[in-house]
C-alpha cells in the first residue's frame, strides 16, 4: 500500500471524528504540518512509530492503516487505572494576550490540552512564539503549562505583562524593589522593573510556570 492511499484513510477517519489536524497533533505530539505531511502522503519515507501514532490517536489499528489486517479498529479497552482521554478535563492554550484582555479571552485561545491536573481552572497553557528561553528548554513552539498566580519567587518562571506589550516568559529575580525579567538566551537582554510598577499596573504576573510540551517537526 502506497503513501497516498495510507494517508487517505487517515484522513478519511479524521473527518469522521470531526478531528481538527491540531487536535490530532497535540494527542500525538508532533507538529499538526505533520499530520498533514502524512494524511496526503507527502513523506519521502514514513516512519513506523509516527504512523502508530496517529493512527492509534484516530482510533485505528496500525495494520489496517498499512493494508495488513482486515481489522479496522483497535480494541479500546483499557487497564481499570487508566482515563481515556475523552473524559479528561481540558485546559485551554492561549496565543497572545494583550494587556488588559482577559486572559482565556475567547479570541486567544486557540486549542485545548487533556489533563489529569486536580482543579484545572486554575491553569492554562501559554503557546510560546520565538526562543528568548531556550536554554530553559522552552523552544519556540512549546506549550507552557502556567498556574495561575499573582506572585512569583526568585528562579521561578513567570508569565507577566510590562508596558502595554502582550505577555512574555521570563525567569523573576527580585533585589531590593528592584525586578529583573531574565530571559534563558544571551541574545536578549533582561527587562528591570520596579516592585511599584506591580502596583500602578505598569507590569503584572499572571501565574508561574510548571510545565513544557513542546512540539516537535518529524
Not at 508569565?159 to 502595554?164: D, I, K, M, P, Y
Request: glycine share 6%; hydrophobic share 40%.
Amino acid at each position: 500500500m502506497n503513501n497516498i492511499e495510507i494517508g487517505k484513510k487517515l484522513y478519511e477517519r479524521r473527518m469522521e471524528l470531526h478531528l481538527t489536524l491540531q487536535d490530532v497533533a497535540k494527542i500525538v505530539g508532533v507538529a499538526s504540518s505533520t499530520i498533514q505531511r502524512y494524511e496526503t502522503g507527502n513523506v519521502a519515507k514514513i516512519k513506523m512509530p509516527v504512523l502508530e501514532s496517529i493512527s492509534k490517536a484516530l482510533k485505528l489499528n496500525p495494520a489496517w492503516v498499512c493494508g495488513k489486517d482486515s481489522n479496522k479498529f483497535i480494541d479500546d479497552s483499557l487497564p481499570s487505572n487508566c482515563t481515556p482521554l475523552s473524559s479528561l478535563p481540558m485546559i485551554p492554550v492561549v496565543g497572545k494576550i494583550a494587556a488588559g484582555q482577559p486572559i482565556l479571552a475567547q479570541e486567544s485561545i486557540i486549542g485545548y490540552i487533556p489533563t489529569d491536573i486536580k482543579n484545572p481552572d486554575e491553569y492554562f497553557y501559554l503557546h510560546v512564539e520565538g526562543d528568548s528561553m531556550i536554554n530553559a528548554g522552552i523552544e519556540n513552539g512549546s506549550d507552557v503549562l502556567i498556574r495561575k498566580q499573582n506572585c512569583a519567587e526568585n528562579g521561578q518562571i513567570v508569565a507577566c505583562f510590562v508596558n502595554g506589550d502582550s505577555a512574555t516568559l521570563k525567569r523573576f529575580k527580585q533585589i531590593g524593589d528592584t525586578i529583573f525579567l531574565i530571559p534563558e538566551n544571551s541574545n536578549y537582554e533582561p527587562i528591570i522593573v520596579k516592585c511599584y510598577d506591580f502596583e500602578n499596573g505598569y507590569a503584572r504576573i499572571l501565574g508561574v510556570a510548571v510545565r513544557c510540551v513542546t512540539t516537535k517537526e518529524l
